[in-house]
């Protein structure tokens, strides 16, 4: 079989390793500026945004298939694409980001970091009257793709009572476990909502002031999505009223926040600075999604990953 050209447009330096994957020449391109003439190839690995050039390499002949590192495209622009398969390193991250998931929604039911003593002699008999357990609590995960299926089977390891929702169909990834196609429905069950549902035009803003309001008061918001999903003023609204008692947010609208931003004071806001996907070999698990859809299409196999571009994901 002829050698494959991979034209790498991400402008992260690849493991050495890529090079011996069979059939493979690897060919550099900027992220940013003039493309060089000879540029082209029959795949395209970029960035989630894409980059400034991408439309320019896109036009180039020959090229039939462009694979994202990241595994969100909605900041992809879809436009640039001269009918090639789109495809991203979907639920590649769903063990990271599941562990930050839990380790939020367990920090919520212990108090912490509330109850942790920074001075003495400290209040040593139950210093705050809020914990609890997660045993028996209810989790509505909200997208049910790799990243709330592994949220999901982490929260039935601990004997939660676990609810995804998508868009359409019920085929729930785990037993023991209920899938529903209408939040609204569920959401007054929720001790804790977990949004990981893609960002799309249907889902922006669906977390609004009406959504809010069907919450049970005093529950737990993790948002590991995009910060678009939720309407950040009638999430200041929520927790003013104590329906959200605490916002766990890996995501924001922008990024980075302002300085001045409401969230970095506010008491129940616990901020981090979209990281959760991060890990020991991170990236490496992204070049490992991409060989395998590699070989893939070495062997002539349908690839995986595939993003919806009517869709958005």
């Known amino acids: 079989m002829p050698e494959t050209v991979v034209v790498n447009h991400t402008d992260y330096p690849l493991p050495p390793a890529v090079r011996d994957w069979p059939g493979i020449r690897l060919v550099e391109c900027p992220n940013d500026g003039a493309i060089p003439p000879e540029v082209s190839g029959e795949v395209v690995l970029t960035r989630t945004n894409g980059g400034p050039n991408l439309h320019d390499l896109l036009r180039r002949d020959g090229i039939e298939w462009v694979h994202v ?13 001269q009918g090639q398969v789109l495809t991203c390193s979907r639920g590649m991250s769903g063990d990271m980001i599941g562990e930050w998931v839990f380790a939020q929604m367990l920090a919520f039911a212990k108090g912490l970091p509330h109850v942790w003593l920074d001075k003495g002699p400290g209040e ?17 995960i909200v997208g049910m793709g790799g990243i709330g299926a592994e949220v999901a ?7 939660m009572n676990v609810i995804g929702v998508r868009r359409r169909g019920t085929d729930a990834p785990h037993p023991g476990m209920t899938v529903v196609n209408d939040l609204a429905t569920v959401l ?3 001790d804790h909502v977990v949004i990981a549902a893609p960002a ?3 889902t922006n803003g669906m977390f609004d002031a009406e959504m809010f309001g069907r919450m049970k008061p005093g529950a737990h918001l993790c948002n590991i999505a995009r ?9 200041r609204t929520a927790l003013d009223d104590g329906t959200v008692a605490r916002a766990s947010l890996d995501v924001a609208t922008p990024e980075p926040l302002p300085a001045d931003h409401w969230m970095f004071e506010h008491p129940g806001v616990l901020l981090t600075p979209h990281t959760s996907w991060a890990g020991p070999g991170a990236f490496q698990k992204m070049v490992d999604t991409f060989e395998a859809n590699y070989r893939r299409w070495r062997g002539g196999e349908p690839l ?8 958005g994901y």
Do not use: H, K, N, Y
Request: charged residues 25%; proline residues 7%; without cysteine.
């Open 69 to 81: 590192v990241g595994t969100g495209v909605d900041s992809f622009p879809f436009d640039a694409l």
């Open 124 to 140: 040593w008999d139950l210093p705050d009257r809020r914990i609890g357990t997660l045993r028996g609590a209810t989790v509505v």
């Open 153 to 159: 089977r982490l929260s039935l390891a601990l004997d």
């Open 188 to 190: 007054p069950e929720a």
């Open 200 to 202: 799309t035009p249907e």
């Open 227 to 235: 910060g678009t999903l939720v309407d950040q003023d009638a999430l």
């Open 304 to 311: 995986e990953g595939i993003v919806d571009v009517e869709a």
